[in-house]
């Protein structure tokens, strides 16, 4: 009986409907040899783990938005504020009709040239 108590047991780990008993019953007696064999391949195989299939998941994602002016500032240069932006003086002074890039005034709006 302790022979049918270990094939129940490896059935059960193995997904094998196995029993060994010698009643009419109609199951199979195992012989051992076939027991240690199907031992050593349930334990020496990979073992596969299901996983949950993936979910979608919504994310939402703000662009930072990019001025399109800036207001002069006390100490501000033309050039300066060309840098903090990525352009030039004469593209700012073009873009803003400034015939002396070197003369702009603090509360001033400057349009700023849109990135490509």
Same mark, same amino acid.
């Given at each position: 009986m302790l022979i $049918? %108590? &270990?094939? &129940? #047991? #490896?059935a059960s780990i193995s997904g094998a409907c196995v029993f060994g008993d010698d009643d009419d019953d109609g199951l199979t007696l195992v012989p051992t040899a076939t027991i240690v064999a199907a031992t050593e391949t349930a334990t020496t195989g990979p073992t596969q783990v299901p996983t949950a299939a993936p979910t979608a998941t919504a994310t939402t994602t703000t662009t930072p938005s990019i001025p399109t002016t800036y207001t002069v500032q006390a100490g501000d240069h #033309?050039? $300066?504020?060309?840098?903090?932006? &990525? %352009? %030039?003086a004469q593209v700012l002074a073009a873009l803003n009709g400034i015939d002396d890039p070197d003369l702009i005034f603090v509360g001033q709006v400057l349009q700023l040239p849109t990135p490509d």
């Open positions: $049918a %108590t &270990g094939v &129940g #047991l #490896l #033309l050039a $300066a504020i060309a840098e903090m932006f &990525g %352009t %030039t």
